[in-house]
């Protein structure tokens, strides 16, 4: 199984960055798929999850800014970030849910500066 981040970088305030998630290995229709980001000394945190059904989900501090999509045919799940500001600088993590089963990418980092 893997998860395969992409399209993080740097950019300014105010910018715009689509990452994207690419899994191999697993049903990925079947999977519920979210992103998560971690920021140097804080906690892993949810950002948006998008249900098998496509139902989303969303953390407070994005709501409005960031858009969590997928498409099956290509086994791929993507968050639109725009507006970003200083504080959305973190790693960014994608992860997989199906019952039991939990996998992780291996992170891409976004940075944004003020």
């Known amino acids: 199984v893997q998860l395969v981040e992409s399209g993080g970088g740097l950019v300014q305030s105010g910018g715009s960055l689509r990452l994207s998630c690419a899994a191999s290995g697993i049903i990925f229709r079947l999977y519920a798929m979210g992103w998560y980001r971690q920021a140097p000394g804080k906690q892993r945190e949810l950002v948006a999850t998008?249900?098998?059904?496509?139902?989303?989900n969303y953390a407070d501090s994005v709501k409005g800014r960031f858009t969590i999509s997928r498409d099956n045919a290509k086994n791929t799940v993507y968050l639109q970030m725009n507006s970003l500001k200083p504080e959305d600088t973190a790693v960014y993590y994608c992860n997989g849910k199906f019952s039991s089963l939990d996998y992780w990418g291996q992170g891409t980092q976004v940075t944004v500066s003020s």
């Open positions: 998008i249900t098998s059904g496509g139902s989303t």
